[in-house]
């Protein structure tokens, strides 16, 4: 069964660095999302995307992040100048329609 | 705006007894509830959407607008079932948006032997 694949899986970096979390969604799907979820707090929406472009982003998502489909497949959010509070978990979703997201693992995100 | 809230953040069952686990939302038109479960070590998954109205592993859950509540129930509780368990809300795939999820804090369940 295809599935959402995230890499790396684990990222450690430093405060004010620039990081790419990479999401391989499910081929044929056409709807991608980002979500992230920072430990003891729900999953927050970050950003979705469409038709190669954002349709919808949360007011966390200002312009320290963005997102790019460069390949066709990949998926890919970055963080220009990461802070501490970027500390999370990232989750890519894809889905064919705009109903049921089938989710990655995850990317643990630890900004020092 | 969306909102959803799971008041219980852990649940404690004994194997075979009935589970409910609460979900409430907020949300002006007419939205499409989920639940999806994250077992250990695993990633989130799809259990159930209200539009499918179907049962699965056991679990059901019916969307009651008039109390703007989407609870999850299963008469018989399995160990296997102890997981992490989250409600979400979108907006609906026939709407402005485009698939957005607004999820609770989620409710850990354990199922003791």
């Known amino acids: 069964e295809p599935e959402v694949t995230q890499t790396p899986s684990h990222q450690v970096t430093q405060m004010g660095q620039e990081v790419i979390l990479r999401c391989v969604p499910i081929s044929n799907h056409l709807y991608f999302y980002w979500y992230r979820q920072i430990l003891g707090q729900k999953v927050e929406f970050l950003v979705s995307f469409y038709n190669n472009e954002i349709s919808e982003k949360s007011e966390i998502f200002d312009d320290q992040f963005s997102v790019e489909r460069p390949d066709g497949s990949n998926f890919t959010l970055k963080i220009r100048s990461t802070k501490l509070e970027d500390s999370a978990m990232y989750f890519c979703?894809?889905?064919?329609?705009?109903?049921?997201?089938?989710f990655g693992p995850g990317t643990r995100l630890t900004v020092l | 705006a969306q909102r959803v809230t799971q008041p219980e953040k852990l649940l404690s069952v004994f194997k075979g007894a009935p589970v409910e686990l609460k979900c409430n939302y907020s949300y002006s038109g007419s939205p499409e509830l989920f639940w999806y479960v994250q077992y250990s070590r695993q990633r989130l998954q799809l259990l159930l959407r209200h539009i499918s109205r179907e049962s699965i592993k056991g679990f059901t859950a019916d969307l009651n607008k008039g109390e703007t509540s989407f609870h999850l129930k299963k008469p018989f509780a399995q160990e296997e079932d102890s997981a992490m368990y989250y409600c979400a809300l979108s907006g609906g795939a026939g709407g402005t948006s485009y698939g957005k999820l607004t999820f609770g804090q989620g409710t850990i369940l354990t199922v003791h032997p």
């Open positions: 979703a894809s889905s064919f329609r705009r109903d049921e997201q089938f």
